[in-house]
């Protein structure tokens, strides 16, 4: 996957959260630990586990866990850049924080890389947000 493919509308919003928090672990991590963290039932993160490792977001070890692949590691970029932007865009009209945070998780698997390389763009390529730094090692304006 390079950068050209992502339309940034590929997965669901419960599988962006998983690619977002597999992002931010060191190495392997373990389904319980993802399934304690969300919530949710084991074998239901067990089932999402390998549709995403079909997809080819995830290597998937049974009995062992899962990691990102390269195609994952870089989605899951986007998909933290994209939380970021919308975050900030919400924080300059006003909106705290954690408030923006949270409106922008209802609704940022909607919104198209496309879209969100016109805002970042015609925000000047900001460098940090109010959930942290923003990373452009990805757009074409660096190229």
Known sequence: ????SITGLELSPRKIEYLKYLLNQDGSVKTNQISNHFGVDPSTITKT???LSNEGYLKHIPYRGVQLTDKGQEY??????????LSLMFSHYGIDKDEACTEVARFESKV????????CDSMGHPTISACGKISHAECNYLK
């Open 1 to 4: 996957m390079n950068n050209g």
């Open 49 to 51: 586990i390998i549709e």
């Open 76 to 85: 899951a970029k986007f998909l933290v850049k994209r939380h970021r932007i």
């Open 112 to 119: 198209s890389k496309k879209v969100i390389d016109q805002i």
